[in-house]
């Protein structure tokens, strides 16, 4: 099998579209195991951005295009879950100007995404928002709530988008819960198990962390996901800056994944 995706990958037949190669490819590699929750570290943007010397936002806004993209073809080829790192706590740090802009990038993605018609409508898609959403302006915040609200009912595949988030924060807000719990005499401390813990987590009703890619070539979690990721996660980190990120990278990366799982089987 992987013989011939990496030929159709490569060496398109001139006769063929894209898209017939693409549909080719899914129907191939959804012979092999298929991830159920795959994790996004979507780093590079800025950088993609000054080295083809145009605007960071340009580089973000191609960014929501590889997400779009990837998105896509892992919901045709079964994946559950998908969990991308849209924004952390810390890029609170970066310019006024900057982080308005990521902002209105995010209500406008998160918009496009719930369109009538688009991706959300056609697989089914839960969206959820996880982070500190006080963090969030208003108009944005808004836009979370409306977009969580008309999604929650959607049953064949979730997207979590965390923003503003960190794994600290995540971890602390769940100590917090319990604490309340205790507090309020609900709970005892021999109550208090790992389950007890994930059932608080922010991101929480989840399928196991399969699979955490991160782009740009650094080898950190930079406090995502931490609690998630577990002996069986695979951890991939690659040198393409996330907006090059293309699905014709990723399924290589895939056939990768598939016979690593087979060995450890």
């Given amino acids: ?72 073809v892992c919901l045709k080829m079964g994946v559950k879950e998908v969990s991308t790192f ?42 959820r928002i996880v982070g500190d959403l006080a963090l969030l302006k208003p108009d944005v915040y808004e836009t979370v709530v ?12 979730t997207l979590n988008v965390c923003f503003p988030y960190t794994s600290r924060h995540e971890i602390s807000n769940s100590v917090q819960s319990i604490v309340h719990l205790a507090e309020d005499g609900k709970l005892v401390p021999e109550d208090i198990d790992e389950s007890l813990f994930e059932k608080h987590l922010l991101l929480n009703d989840s399928h196991p962390l399969d699979w955490l890619i991160r782009t ?3 080898e950190r979690l930079s406090d995502f996901l931490l609690w998630q990721v577990h002996e069986d996660s695979q951890i991939s980190f690659i040198d393409s800056y996330w907006p090059d990120f293309s699905i014709w990278r990723f399924f290589p990366m895939l056939i990768r994944y598939q016979l690593q799982s087979q060995q450890g089987e």
């Avoid at 011939?4 to 693409?22: A, K, N, R, S």
């Avoid at 012979?31 to 590079?44: E, T």
């Avoid at 952390?88 to 310019?95: A, G, L, Q, V, Y």
């Avoid at 308005?100 to 496009?112: P, R, T, V």
């Fill in 1 to 72: 099998m992987g013989s011939l995706l990496d030929w159709l990958i490569h060496f398109p037949p001139l006769l063929w579209g894209l898209e017939q190669v693409e549909e080719v490819a899914i129907r191939a590699l959804k012979h092999g195991k298929i991830p159920q929750h795959v994790a996004f570290v979507m780093d590079g943007n800025r950088r993609w951005a000054r080295e083809h010397r145009v605007e960071t936002i340009e580089g973000h806004s191609l960014g929501f295009e590889t997400l779009k993209n990837l998105l896509r």
């Fill in 86 to 127: 849209a924004f952390s706590i810390e890029n609170f740090k970066r310019s006024k100007h900057e982080v308005d802009a990521l902002m209105d990038i995010a209500k406008n993605s998160l918009n496009q995404i719930t369109a009538h018609g688009d991706m959300v409508d056609q697989y089914g898609i839960r969206i």
């Fill in 146 to 157: 409306n977009v969580v609200e008309s999604t929650k009912n959607n049953t064949r595949a």
């Fill in 216 to 218: 740009s070539g650094v």
